[in-house]
C-alpha cells in the first residue's frame, strides 16, 4: 500500500474535520507542554546513562516530546488535531520554515504504533539513525515555541 503524501493527508484531515480551530492561544497550556517535554526530555537523557533502557522506550519517549511540541506549535496557531497523523500533517504544512521531514514523522509514528500496539521491536541501529533527527526536530520546535512565546 502506498503511503499518502503530506498534501493527502492534510487534505483528509481538513475534509474529516480533524484540525480544529480554538478561539486563543492557551499560553498556560503551552507553557505547561513545554517545560514538561523539557523536563521528560532531560529525564529521558539522565536515565540513559545507566544504559538500562530499551530502545523501545527511548523511540516512545522522545515521540512523546514531540508529539507535545508539536501541540505546542499547533496551540500557537489556534488549532488542535484530534490525531497524531492530522497533528504532524498540519506542523509539516503550515510551518515549511521549520524544514521538517514529514517522512520522519511518518516513521517514528509509524514505528511508535507498532511498538504500542503490535509488539514490535526496533533495533540499536535503528535507534541510532532516529536519534540525531529526534534531536535537531525537538531543539528546532522548542526554540519555534520560545521565540512565539516571546513575542505574544
Same mark, same amino acid.
Given at each position: 500500500?502506498?503511503? $499518502? %503524501?503530506?498534501?493527502?493527508?492534510?487534505? $483528509?484531515?481538513?475534509?474529516?474535520?480533524?484540525?480544529? #480551530?480554538?478561539? !486563543?492561544?492557551?499560553?498556560? $497550556?503551552?507553557?505547561?507542554?513545554? !517545560?514538561?517535554?523539557?523536563?521528560?526530555?532531560?529525564?529521558?537523557?539522565?536515565?540513559?546513562?545507566?544504559? $538500562?533502557?530499551?530502545?523501545?522506550?527511548?523511540?516512545?519517549?522522545? *515521540?512523546?516530546?514531540?508529539?507535545?511540541?508539536?501541540?505546542?506549535?499547533?496551540?500557537?496557531?489556534?488549532?488542535?488535531?484530534?490525531?497524531?497523523?492530522?497533528?504532524?500533517?498540519?506542523?509539516?504544512?503550515?510551518? #515549511?520554515?521549520?524544514?521538517?521531514?514529514?517522512?520522519?514523522? =511518518?516513521?517514528?509514528?509509524?514505528?511508535?504504533?507498532?511498538? %504500542? *500496539?503490535?509488539?514490535?521491536?526496533?533495533?540499536?541501529?535503528?535507534?541510532?539513525?532516529?536519534?540525531? =533527527?529526534?534531536?535537531? *526536530?525537538? !531543539?528546532?520546535?522548542?526554540?519555534?515555541?520560545?521565540?512565539?512565546?516571546?513575542?505574544?
Amino acid at each position: 500500500m502506498r503511503e $499518502k %503524501t503530506l498534501e493527502e493527508t492534510y487534505d $483528509k484531515c481538513i475534509a474529516e474535520g480533524s484540525i480544529i #480551530p480554538l478561539l !486563543k492561544i492557551d499560553h498556560e $497550556k503551552i507553557r505547561f507542554l513545554l !517545560k514538561k517535554s523539557l523536563e521528560d526530555l532531560e529525564s529521558i537523557k539522565e536515565a540513559s546513562k545507566s544504559k $538500562k533502557l530499551s530502545y523501545d522506550f527511548l523511540l516512545k519517549a522522545h *515521540y512523546e516530546t514531540m508529539h507535545f511540541l508539536a501541540s505546542c506549535v499547533l496551540l500557537l496557531n489556534k488549532v488542535k488535531s484530534l490525531n497524531h497523523e492530522c497533528l504532524f500533517a498540519y506542523l509539516c504544512t503550515k510551518h #515549511p520554515e521549520l524544514d521538517l521531514d514529514w517522512g520522519f514523522f =511518518q516513521k517514528i509514528r509509524t514505528k511508535r504504533n507498532g511498538i %504500542t *500496539y503490535y509488539f514490535e521491536s526496533i533495533a540499536k541501529e535503528e535507534w541510532k539513525q532516529l536519534e540525531l =533527527q529526534f534531536s535537531v *526536530y525537538i !531543539k528546532t520546535m522548542e526554540n519555534h515555541i520560545k521565540s512565539k512565546l516571546e513575542i505574544l
